[in-house]
């Protein structure tokens, strides 16, 4: 099974605590050219659905979502924060402990969620359902625990995310694994997914990309992730100075970003 849907190195590994998605949260902060933000952007949609809700997330991290605009979170509604992860989760309750919402943290894996029928007006899934083994069963279950016109909420990239950082592992070892790489759900596939459990199913794309002026916070993003962390030393130190030689010659490493969100009614 790739690294990508390996659920015990996700959950033991990966994301056994924050330090990872964190690495990768800093580089888009620091170096995205959309001014707006992806949270600010999230959030202006966020904010069309109803302001009374019982809101469930699948996949919550380290709750950066709630953290970066807590001043935009509806009074009427009520979360509960998920993760696979009890690293997460823990880190996730340090970060947003301090917001006084009463907010509900338990571990749940998306393919089996421990609620009744219709329980959720939303549930929101940030850049986390490409990590599901069985993505159909996952919905079925979404589908399952969100009330009649509830809403999914579900963000994730597309095809030519970062391609950049691909190029250069690929040039520089020919033997990368490719398919666990391969993003099984995206902006271009995820549609025809939802489709089968949802109907209407919207998709809004977020224009951005990555202007990066310094390589340390470029490096740690790499290492943090399970794409390409596998790739020995050598790899990661001929890359750096490679880099290094590109941006004293050019002044800025651009990358493409492609991410973007479904909003899917039950």
């Keep these: 099974m790739p690294k990508f849907t390996d659920q015990t190195y996700l959950q033991n590994t990966q994301y056994r605590n924050a330090d990872n998605l964190n690495a990768r949260i800093a580089i888009h902060e620091r170096f995205s050219t959309n001014p707006q933000g992806w949270y600010p952007w999230l959030w202006d949609r966020l904010e069309q659905l109803p302001a009374q809700a019982r809101v469930l997330e699948l996949g919550c ?148 990309g990555l202007r990066i002026t310094e390589i340390p916070p470029l490096m740690a993003y790499l290492e943090s992730t399970s794409t390409y962390s596998g790739h020995s030393e050598a790899v990661f130190t001929q890359l750096e100075q490679e880099l290094t030689r590109q941006l004293q010659a050019q002044g800025v490493i651009e990358v493409t970003k492609a991410a973007g969100l479904f909003s899917a009614v039950k």
């Design 61 to 208: 991290g380290s709750g950066a979502l709630w953290s970066a605009c807590p001043e935009r979170i509806p009074p009427g509604w009520s979360l509960t924060l998920s993760d696979l992860s009890e690293g997460m989760l823990k880190d996730a309750w340090h970060n947003l402990v301090v917001l006084g919402r009463g907010i509900k943290f338990e571990p749940i894996d998306a393919q089996a969620i421990p609620y009744p029928d219709e329980t959720f007006d939303i549930v929101i899934a940030n850049f986390m359902l490409y990590h599901v083994p069985d993505r159909p069963k996952a919905l079925s279950e979404i589908r399952r625990v969100i009330k009649m016109g509830g809403v999914l909420v579900t963000a994730t990239a597309g095809a030519d995310h970062l391609k950049e950082m691909h190029d250069w592992f690929e040039r520089l070892n020919a033997t990368m694994d490719i398919p666990a790489f391969n993003n099984p759900f995206t902006l271009e596939n995820g549609l025809a997914q939802l489709q089968a459990f949802f109907n209407p199913v919207e998709l809004q794309r977020y224009e951005d």
